[in-house]
């Protein structure tokens, strides 16, 4: 199983900035893509932020040129720095991964707890 643990929510005023962590641990062969995830009161989730093993990213037309994701595979870790937050950037932040636990076996994905970040104007 693949285990992830988020952390670096928080409350913070408009344009300020916030870094989530999402640290994955357990059993498994290879970690492929790490992404970000949101969802706010009412609304669906969404993708905040995509980066694949290869290093491509890909972000959501409302989070580009604020956020940036970025991973560090020996710590197994993906990070989501958030600058000039926003009050409609306020949503529980989901990590997810995808990983292969055996070789051979298709990948899987897994979600983490979620993080709270509260942006208030």
């Known amino acids: 199983q693949v285990q992830l643990v988020e952390s670096g929510g928080g409350r913070v005023q408009a344009g300020g900035s916030l870094r989530l962590s999402c640290a994955a641990s357990?059993?498994?062969?290879?970690?492929?893509?790490m992404d970000w995830y949101r969802q706010a009161p009412g609304k669906q989730r969404e993708l905040v932020a995509a980066?694949?093993?290869?290093?491509?990213?890909n972000y959501a037309d409302s989070v580009k040129g604020r956020f940036t994701i970025s991973r560090d595979n020996a710590r197994n870790t993906v990070y989501l720095q958030m600058n000039s937050l926003k009050p409609e950037d306020t949503a529980v932040y989901y990590c997810?991964?995808?990983?292969?636990?055996?070789?051979?076996?298709?990948?899987?994905?897994?979600w983490g707890q979620g993080t709270q970040v509260t942006v208030s104007s």
């Open positions: 997810n991964v995808l990983a292969v636990r055996k070789f051979g076996v298709s990948e899987s994905g897994y």
């Open positions: 980066l694949t093993s290869g290093g491509i990213t």
């Open positions: 357990g059993t498994f062969y290879r970690i492929n893509r």
